[in-house]
């Protein structure tokens, strides 16, 4: 397992990229990925649960996950796609729903993208995950909310999953 966080280079853009490969085929990683029941079972740092509300995995169709924390507290993320090239990349908006702000009492970070990059690497894959700010001052905020560590975390679970599928 490989983790890379490239936002310290990346602190004169508006992105943060984070790197991870992992020990499966690119089309189990993509079908994780994308496959409702997949998701429910890994998305989200250790300990959360997800319940996937809604995946129209097609440009324009729209996803909304909640991802519910180890006491309870829902955190409702929503999105569309802009982009699906099957098993090599997704990209989305990625949007805090409605009532997310009542739980985290920040100025959240609007008008984030993020691009997901799935590279064939030796029968495993390495995924790149690109998450574009609209401003730097988005990207300081969305970096206090504890994104990097979050994805990192949901990684974790990802190389869980993929284990055992």
């Known amino acids: 397992m490989s983790n890379k966080n490239d936002s310290t280079d990346a602190q004169s853009r508006h992105d943060i990229i984070i790197t991870r ?3 499966a085929p690119r089309s189990l990683v993509f079908k994780a990925w ?3 029941k997949h998701i429910a ?3 989200g740092p250790k300990g959360f649960t997800t319940q996937v509300r809604e995946m129209d995995l097609r440009p324009g169709g ?3 996950y909640v991802m519910i924390g180890p006491d309870g507290t829902q955190y409702p993320v929503k999105g569309v796609f802009r982009e699906i090239i099957p098993f090599e990349k ?3 908006s990625d949007e805090f729903d409605q009532g997310f702000e009542k739980v985290v009492n920040v100025d959240l970070p609007k008008g984030i993208v993020v691009t997901a990059v799935f590279e064939d690497l ?3 894959t390495k995924l790149t995950l690109q998450i574009m700010h609209e401003s730097i001052e988005d990207r300081r905020r969305h970096e206090q909310m504890g994104v990097i560590e979050g994805w990192n975390s949901t990684f974790d679970c990802l190389d869980e999953f993929l284990a055992k599928a």
Do not use: S
């Open 21 to 23: 490969i992992l020990k």
């Open 34 to 36: 994308t496959d409702p």
């Open 41 to 43: 079972q890994w998305w």
């Open 62 to 64: 729209k996803w909304r």
């Open 90 to 92: 997704i990209v989305t």
């Open 122 to 124: 030796d029968g495993n």
